[in-house]
């Protein structure tokens, strides 16, 4: 699997922009030879939730067939980060993946809603899990401060996926725990973990970016540093059965005492 990690600037409120710059970055991508790219959270909007009645995708109509048309003219499987939705009356910050002929594999709704940056006061929690197949390698996404929550991922991962898909808008003040939580939730899971961050700022945070992939030991052995960029990576997927059958940490759960 070649993944591409589509390190964006999002323009605050402004979707034309910001579907603009997608679609620049799906090409990119595509001539870097990548099979799966990787988008950050609520690439439509940002943190506009304020203007979430006129700015959100009704439906999520435009962002799917957009996302389709993408994948299918690039030939390129999209783990579409998180768009903001309307759906009837209320609002989702969603992820869509969809494969190169432009199936969608998966819709999920973030789960665990960031009060820190006024969620809670908008956005309607998801309920579901987000385990999909990309070219028959089994994966799952996650987005943002659900990585906190490690029995989140955890209850997945045991599932089987061996790729753990995270897009963000993770601000720069925190980034040391973005990284230390995800190289955890590499270690603990034995999987592969792919995170987009994104760059720039709104009014109320900067966000510095720090795109990763990290193998199932922990090591970060992708850093896409503080600025807009596409960056490629292969995957070494026999690296999860290695790691998995050096250590059965999945086995040797007690699951009966927890
Ligand atoms: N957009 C988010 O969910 C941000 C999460 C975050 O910053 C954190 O510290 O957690």
Redesign the pocket.
């Known amino acids: 699997m070649h993944v591409a990690l589509a390190q964006l600037d999002i323009k605050f409120g402004d979707p034309a922009t910001n579907y603009q710059r997608v679609a620049i970055a799906v090409k990119q991508a595509s001539q870097q030879g990548a099979s799966v790219l990787v988008l950050p959270?609520?690439w439509n909007t940002g943190?506009a939730l304020t203007d979430l009645d006129q700015l959100a995708d009704v439906d999520g109509q435009r962002t799917r067939q957009f996302l389709i048309d993408l994948a299918q003219q690039y030939q390129l499987n999209i783990v579409g980060g998180s768009v903001a939705v309307a759906r009837e009356n209320y609002y989702y910050n969603e992820m869509l993946v969809v494969d190169r002929t432009g199936k969608v594999l998966s819709q999920y709704d973030?789960v665990?809603r960031?009060g820190?940056?006024q969620?809670d006061q908008y956005i309607t929690a998801g309920q579901t899990e987000n385990i999909f197949q990309l070219d028959g390698v089994p994966a799952m996404g996650v987005?943002?401060?659900?990585?906190?929550f490690p029995e989140w991922l955890r209850k997945q991962a045991a599932q089987g996926p061996k790729v753990i898909f995270v897009s963000?808008?993770?601000?720069t003040v925190?980034l040391p725990?973005?990284r230390i939580l995800l190289q955890a939730r590499a270690i603990e899971n034995q999987a592969y973990v792919v995170a987009v961050n994104r760059v720039g700022s709104d009014p109320d945070n900067d966000f510095g970016g720090q795109s990763l992939v990290i193998d199932p030991l922990g090591q970060v052995v992708t850093d896409a540093g503080d600025q807009a960029t596409v960056v490629t990576t292969d995957l070494d997927l026999t690296q999860v059965a290695k790691v998995r059958s050096s250590m059965p940490v999945f086995a040797d759960r007690r699951v009966e005492l927890y």
């Open positions: 959270e609520m943190y973030k665990h960031f820190l940056m969620e987005i943002c401060y659900d990585i906190r963000a808008e993770w601000p925190r725990q973005w």
